[in-house]
């Protein structure tokens, strides 16, 4: 078969966060960029809020997209190939405005599904490393975006499992972080991070990790001019994310732009990019990852190279590929390698994980009403918050008149525990503190705890009351009916 000649290549993505476009000269296994542009749009922003692309968010998006087809004109590119992702698949207006691009730039968006942006991604990231005379042999590819991350592992580059998580460095953001974050912040979204990566049930993470995405980008920027890190060096270790973390919770995102040359706009996400990256790392145990400033659009270039218009029906094929061949991997029962969630869909994963959160919450429930150990009501409270957590993470996909009753229920829960369990605590603070003062203070402080005392039973009948009401099978009906049914 006779190789396909270079070409000019104009590839834009759409993203959750940035619009970017790559001018490339390429063919099947080489690559030129001749120029570059991005955009901060923020376009997940608008949807996250209102589940719509707003008016501002489009009229913007279209601006960005007018100066690419210019910079694609300008370069006489050969084809100007546009795909988008995580935002503009869930938007309620996604095909109008989808149709106005069309109209007004004559650039045809392919909006496309997680498992062929994964492809695309690896292509981009693995160009480079593809090169090496000896490449690793297990690899994991880590595209972190606005809304979603895009999860890759490979063995000899060959893709062998892939998935999209909905979670990214903007929708974390929006969701637990204020400018400049403040340590709860902080803490809740650890919390949040360490459930849901938990949850994911990957038994071997590969030992080499390729992160790629804006804000991967940019905390290995800021790392090189905060830190005076090697310009040449494409690699964070988990404590150069503590670094940043640290800096990035002392200074507002319009300090940390200033002195370190960032836009303001990407400053005010990356924290939660450092929060994700550094969480991968913790829940996977691994020391360091390494950037790629190649992503899902050289991915893109390089696939039309390869297969001219056909590319999309190739990455899509190729993303059949992976699924099959994580299937052969159970099969073959290859369990160091293959996590278990390859068998499951997105959605499936999560009713599993919301069942799971469910009923560790539920399991103490006789361990609470027996009152023999005073560290149940808090145990599970924090169940009850490890269950939101989850739910945070899905509720995209959640029908939203159920997602709302039973997210209140499970908060109406954790309210409840708060009650009689920040009672004890007084208590136990108040007594302590008696303890250490005069005969008169002990005597207040015995007071005090008599009178607290009698809220605290207050709380705990009405704490009983609540729990023996529930209807736990209910609950868990409920819960699953949140999400869509699964197809045949």
Known sequence: MQERTATICAAIDIGSNTLRVVIARCSPSEFQILDADEALVRIGESVNATGAISTEKQEHALSVLKNFQSLAEKHSADAVLAIATEAIRKATNRDAFLQTIKEQTGIDVHCIGGDVEATLTFYGATYEISKQAEPPERIAVMDMGGGSTELVFAQNLDISWHTSLPIGSGWLHDRYLSDPPSEADAMTARAFLRTYLGGLNIKSFPPFLLATGGSANSLLLLSQRAFRLDPQRATLTYDDLLRCQGLLWALSAEEIAERYQLDVKRARIISAGA???SAVLETFKLKELQISTLGIREGLALAYARNGDQWLQRAEQQARQGSQSSQQLIKD???????TLKQETFGEAGRRMFRERAEIMISWHEEVLRH??????????VASRRLRAVMDAYQAICDPKRFKAV????????????LARDTDVMIENI???????SSAEQAGCNWLIEQLDSYRQQHQRQLEKYLQNLDYEAFLQELDACLPAEEA
């Open 275 to 277: 929060l994700i990256l």
């Open 333 to 339: 029962s290859v369990a160091d390698f293959a996590p």
């Open 372 to 381: 023999e150990d005073i560290e149940a009501v808090h145990k599970m409270r």
């Open 407 to 418: 997210y209140r229920q499970v908060k109406n829960t954790a309210d409840m525990l708060g």
């Open 431 to 437: 007594r302590r503190q008696g303890a250490k003062g």
